[in-house]
């Protein structure tokens, strides 16, 4: 009986699969400024955006986590990207955001310095990462090329990943 | 295949709870054997796990639970007496159960445990009417045994091992006609059952047979192969002494139902909102009494405040009771764990349970059953004395072992008491001693119920040699570890020669605790209340340091201290006061003061997880949202107790009195100043004024936006301007506010008002105000005070 179960499962993750081949060529991200790079991330990686509001220290952490704060009843850490870029802390301006991202699990709030646009890509533009930048460690998933400028697309499940 | 894997899962929590009942109902057995309710009971369970096992087409399981079903058969007709040795045998067939029954939970199958030898010693029995010779070498095949009445079952149960799939497929098929033939025979005689089997409605098959029929041989009677499944749900709750035959009820309405614990965990987090959505209610609905006292709209607010935070109380206890469960089901298997220990170690132990229909959170309930088996085994293994030395000290021959839970005011008690040496203090310490767990000079100061908690310190056995049972130090490090977990405490009384008792004390739920608000700076943590033993006022002078370490007296006792700012890395910003609190936190046997700036109050908190990307941080057990929606972290108390022992003292010490850094001035525009007036004219012209000396000014417009600009940290300011009447945040205000700050002590603040009342100046040098230039002004009076008080270099001008 079990294996004629197993024979469905199969038969249906088959289906899935082939299913997932058929993704269309354009990739949909959300473009933001931190520093003076824009960077964006896939749209499907954002939860949310909103405003910035206050957050609550946590002790043993590097200086990039700035706490953790409440969304609407979930307790979420939030990273200060200019501290994790390397970048001197700036103080937050009427243009800073919280960009919640998610990634399986795993949800954590980005502060940034101002968002630029939604941006539409053709996956042919989207370049992959500079070979300077040592193999799988990068958090640069490729660089999207539009007509004036290039844009950094990050990864978003390395930027979720804890890293001390 | 859903149906039958439906059927499969009700099958499997029915099995596992029928089993785990049964271990104690066999131990009781052993110790009155004439019990003949105690013995249908049993022999009813062995009935359904087979009846339904094979109808499920697991022929292992079935073939176990048929030998085992005719063992108890023949004790129940009196033909068989149980004798320990007999009972040995059972229960090693009841073991083997179990792991059938969680192969087929993990598989699927029953295959892949053999059961050969226990089945012949199960036939030996039977056989040789009670006897049991040493175990006999594993025979592959069991059946040929001379007895009559086996014989014709053999027959059917023969060689299952041996025969090809199809064979045994068609076996089972003719079987299970058979089978069904009986029980259809049966059934004729009462109300015509439908034509599907899994309908049938709960048969009296399953419950034993009437006795008036006499009926030599197991099969017949005991095979309605399909009715057990129905029947089992009315059958699991019943206690199996009060379903004897006699009181059988006409069918009772079932009163339960199943529910998935995933749907309860769900309501208890959606609980866990509406907790946090009360407590923030019942803080607007404070604010708005203060801002619009003696409104009438007031009093209906209140009553509905009061209504809904009612009601929320009353729904999360009647949730949590849904989630609750007896601690019975983990009582359940000590008679026959104490059976077993005693029969190893040669002891004559009694185990007396008490108080198993108090209830726990079901996760609890899954925790706490380690803590307790390691916790029974080391008072079988080092507590109870042997039967001789009992003797020879005037004891019972018989230790007994006493395990009890009670309700303690919101904590449940689970008390372990034993009859037998006790602990040995000396002894206690000079094992620890040896094995460099403590040093000679913590040894001298212990106190006894420390030295009792070295038996819970990791490394530490006192038994002489490791046996089976315990002695190999680990065991009852774990038992701390676990009942920490559960935010527990345990208490450990004994006396030497008489008798140890311990006391397991543990919070009723995990999700929703009291806790402690504490402030250290401008921030807040909860500490679980029920680590809090007291808190104390303290002034600074209280605190001694000792090797580098702050403690206090608290009575007469000596405190070990420990800044929670040093904890949890504050920066100290904020003057500390002459005053402090010390939260006394105690956990197990050891104690510790927490030195906190305020303490806020109690509260009801759910406790939330800070997520994969923050966890494992040192000290912090999770986050709870408070009232006004802000994030509170709460302080795990086992790691504060650890990391306490590595923090330096810093205690009360002011440290950083580096604050006022004044950075080294090379050019006019070092200097800055911050002019903090609400109106812009006045603003203009004091900028005006100042000008022409070239340093860097900074405008607010009241003491609210000023105090944010400081706090900021982007400039560091040499001298503030402040008007005193200002909307939001008045000078004397900003000025006091200011003050608080270490870093801004001497940060020298120069009033400019048109104010020139005495009182007014009064409140201006009480507020911490150097100079008071009254409106109106001339610019260079307004310069050269200035000046004076930056420090204005000459040769800027």
Redesign the interface.
């Known amino acids: 009986?079990?294996d004629?179960?197993k024979q469905i499962i199969n038969k249906q993750g088959d289906q899935q699969n082939s299913g997932h081949d058929q993704l269309d060529d354009i990739v949909q991200l959300v473009g933001f400024v931190i520093g003076e790079e824009e960077y964006a991330i896939p749209i499907l990686a954002i939860q949310e955006i909103i405003k910035p509001f206050?957050?609550?220290?946590?002790?043993?952490?590097p200086s990039y986590?700035l706490?953790?704060?409440?969304l609407r009843?979930?307790?979420?850490?939030l990273i200060d990207l200019r501290a994790k870029f390397g970048l001197k802390t700036k103080?937050q301006s009427d243009e800073t955001r919280f960009i919640v991202m998610r990634h399986g699990?795993?949800?954590?709030g980005f502060v940034i310095d101002r968002l630029t646009m939604a941006i539409r890509l053709k996956k042919t533009d989207i370049g992959p990462a500079p070979d300077t930048v040592n193999g799988d460690d990068t958090i640069i998933d490729g660089v999207g090329k539009q007509e004036d400028k290039i844009i950094t697309i990050l990864k978003v499940n390395k930027l979720?990943e804890?890293d001390f | 295949m859903d149906e039958f894997q439906e059927i499969l899962q009700d099958f499997l929590v029915e099995s596992f709870e029928l089993v785990e009942k049964l271990d104690e109902d066999l131990v009781e057995l052993e110790n009155n054997p004439e019990d003949l309710e105690l013995l249908n009971g049993i022999f009813r369970v062995a009935h359904t796990v087979k009846g339904a096992s094979s109808f499920l087409n697991f022929d292992v399981l079935t073939h176990l639970t048929h030998h085992m079903e005719d063992v108890l058969n023949k004790a129940r007709h009196g033909e068989l007496i149980i004798t320990p040795d007999v009972m040995d045998v059972v229960l090693e067939s009841i073991d083997l159960m179990k792991a059938l029954l969680e192969t087929i939970r993990d598989t699927s199958t029953d295959a892949g445990i053999d059961v050969s030898a226990c089945v012949v010693k199960l036939d030996k029995i039977t056989g040789g009417n009670g006897e049991v010779d040493t175990p006999i070498a594993v025979a592959p095949v069991v059946e040929e045994i001379s007895e009559p009445e086996v014989v014709e079952e053999n027959e059917d149960e023969i060689d299952y091992d041996n025969m090809s799939p199809d064979d045994l497929e068609a076996e089972i098929e003719k079987l299970l006609q058979e089978r069904q033939a009986e029980d259809k025979a049966k059934r004729e005689a009462k109300i015509a059952a439908g034509e599907d089997v899994l309908a049938a409605p709960p048969e009296p098959d399953a419950e034993p047979a009437p006795k008036a029929e006499p009926e030599p041989t197991p099969p017949p009677t005991p095979k309605p192969a399909p009715a057990p499944v129905a029947t089992a749900p009315a059958a699991k709750k019943e206690d199996p002494k009060a379903a004897a035959p006699t009181k059988r009820a006409p069918a009772a309405v079932e009163q339960t139902i199943r529910v998935d614990v995933k749907r309860l965990d769900h309501l208890m987090n959606l609980i866990g909102e509406l907790v946090l959505a009360k407590n923030r209610l019942i803080k607007i609905n404070d604010d708005v009494e203060e801002r619009y006292e003696g409104e009438e709209f007031l009093e209906e607010l209140n009553q509905v405040v009061s209504i809904v935070s009612l009601v929320t109380t009353d729904l999360q206890i009647a949730v949590m009771k849904t989630r609750m469960l007896p601690i019975g089901k983990v009582f359940n298997k000590f008679p026959r764990m104490i059976r077993d220990l005693s029969r190893e170690l040669n002891k004559k132990i009694d185990l007396e349970l008490g108080g198993e229909d108090t209830e726990l959170d079901k996760s609890i309930v899954e925790e706490i059953g380690d803590p307790l088996v390691h916790i029974i085994r080391n008072s079988c293994d080092h507590g109870v004395e042997m039967p001789e030395e009992r003797l020879a000290k005037g004891k019972n021959e018989t230790g007994t072992i006493g395990l009890k839970a009670y309700n303690e005011g919101n904590q449940i008690v689970i008390q372990i008491d034993d009859d037998g040496k006790g602990l040995d203090v000396n002894m206690l310490k000079n094992k620890s001693l040896e094995k460099g767990i403590i040093t000679e000079k913590e040894a001298d100061n212990m106190s006894e119920k420390e030295a009792f908690g070295l038996i819970f310190k990791p490394g530490f056995s006192t038994a002489a040699a490791v046996t089976n049972v315990s002695g190999r130090g680990v065991g009852m490090d774990v038992v701390k570890t676990n009942i920490e977990k559960l935010n527990g405490i345990i208490d450990i009384d004994s006396e030497l020669g008489v008798g140890t008792s311990m006391k397991l004390k543990i919070p009723l739920t995990l999700a929703i605790i009291q806790a402690l608000l504490v402030g250290v700076q401008e921030e807040h943590y909860a500490i679980p209340l029920a680590s809090v033993l007291e808190t104390v006022r303290i002034s600074k002078d209280e605190i001694y340091t000792v090797e580098g370490r702050s403690v206090m007296r608290l009575r007469d006792e000596v405190l070990s201290l420990v800044h929670i700012g040093d904890i949890f890395e504050v920066e100290r910003i904020l003057d500390v006061s002459e005053h402090a609190y010390v939260v006394v936190l105690g956990l197990g046997t050891s104690k510790l003061g927490l030195i906190v700036d305020t303490l806020v109050g109690q509260e009801e908190i759910v406790i939330k997880s800070l997520g994969d990307y923050l966890k494992g941080i040192e000290g912090v057990a999770g986050a709870t949202i408070r009232g006004d929606g802000g994030v509170t972290l709460i302080v795990d108390v086992v790691a504060l107790m650890s990391m306490a022992r590595n923090v330096k003292s810093t205690a009360l010490s002011n440290v950083g009195s580096e604050s006022t850094v004044s950075m080294e001035k090379n050019k006019a525009s070092d200097y800055k100043v911050m002019i903090v007036d609400d109106s812009k004219t006045d603003r203009t012209i004091m900028r005006k004024a100042l000008e022409s000396m070239g340093i860097t000014l900074v405008e607010a417009s009241d003491g609210q936006e000023a105090l944010n600009v400081l706090k900021s940290g982007e400039h560091n300011f040499d001298a503030m301007l402040v008007d005193i009447e200002m909307p939001r945040m008045d000078g004397y205000t900003l000025a006091t506010e200011i003050k608080k700050y270490n870093k801004y002590k001497n940060l020298p603040l120069i009033a400019v008002t048109s104010r020139t009342g005495k009182s007014d100046r009064m409140r201006g040098v009480e507020s911490g105000m150097v100079e008071y230039i009254t409106k109106p002004y001339s610019a260079d009076y307004l310069s050269s005070v200035v000046q004076r008080n930056v420090n204005f270099k000459a040769e800027f001008l």
């Not at chain 1, 206050?54 to 952490?61: A, G, N």
């Not at chain 1, 699990?105 to 954590?108: I, K, L, M, R, T």
């Open positions: 009986m079990s004629k179960l206050t957050w609550t220290r946590v002790p043993q952490v986590v706490g953790v704060f409440n009843g979930a307790v979420i850490p103080n699990d795993d949800v954590a979720l804890r």
